[in-house]
């Protein structure tokens, strides 16, 4: 019943590695995100696509792609991961049109990378 | 570029008393949603209330309710009869449809305990 869903909700991994993060939403949205939030529980949106279709890219390093196969998933694929990247990532999803709508977030997952 | 700003970083309340949470934001436009998410240490976001800003009117949601200022760009959040459950972390957000892309802005969060 879970209407956003991220996997893993658990992540350790060493420098220098290359990781996925799944996401699902089963609430028929046509739009999703990736949030980060540091260390400093600052949350900041990454990328949204809407219909597989990229709209926001905030300047996030080339090292961080996000894939859509069909409007239900967005998955992040990370390269080269650094220490900085350490942080909890957040999935989340809306009707196409965010404005005036509200915005539904996933669990999170805890990226750690030693 | 919108900003929130939340100036309180940690609050404390005792349990049943009441407690508000500022929030302002700056923005040009003139229609924009707010919101108050509630990040407990699950660290799940969870949507607690929502304002209009074309709404005179300040929403409510139980023991939730905002005190919406549009003029000097204010948003609080009180918490009635505060329970133990309410500690988490508080954040404020903003959105709006300038250019077209839309993306939710957060402060930066105000740790609230609740102390029995």
């Known amino acids: 019943d879970t209407a956003v869903s991220q996997t893993p909700k658990y992540l350790v991994t060493q420098m220098g590695n290359d990781k996925s993060i799944k996401c699902e939403q089963n609430?028929?949205?046509?739009?999703m995100y990736w949030y980060k939030q540091d260390s400093k529980k600052f949350l900041k949106i990454m990328f949204s696509?809407?219909?597989?279709?990229?709209?926001i890219n905030e300047t996030v390093p080339n090292r961080f792609s996000p894939k859509s196969p069909d409007k239900a998933h967005l998955n992040l694929h990370i390269n080269s991961l650094e220490l900085g990247d350490s942080a909890v990532y957040f999935c989340?999803?809306?009707?196409?049109?965010?404005?005036?709508?509200?915005?539904?977030f996933g669990e999170g997952s805890w990226l750690t990378v030693v | 570029a919108q900003t929130v700003t939340q100036s309180q970083p940690e609050m404390s309340v005792q349990e049943a008393e009441t407690v508000t949470l500022s929030c302002t934001y700056d923005?040009?436009?003139?229609?924009?949603?707010l919101f108050w998410y509630k990040q407990p240490p699950s660290r799940q976001m969870i949507l607690v209330i929502r304002?209009?800003?074309?709404?005179?009117q300040n929403a409510t949601e139980n023991r939730f309710s905002v005190n919406f200022q549009k003029a000097a760009k204010s948003f609080s959040l009180k918490i009635s009869d505060s329970q133990l459950g309410d500690t988490a972390m508080y954040f404020c957000?903003?959105?709006?449809?300038?250019?077209?892309?839309?993306?939710?802005?957060f402060g930066k969060g105000t740790k609230l305990t609740v102390n029995p």
């Open positions: 989340a999803s809306s009707p196409e049109q965010v404005y005036g709508n509200t915005i539904y």
């Open positions: 609430l028929g949205h046509d739009t």
């Open positions: 696509y809407n219909n597989k279709e990229l709209i």
């Open positions: 923005t040009s436009e003139n229609n924009y949603y």
């Open positions: 304002q209009e800003a074309y709404k005179q």
């Open positions: 957000a903003f959105i709006s449809s300038q250019g077209g892309s839309e993306k939710l802005v």
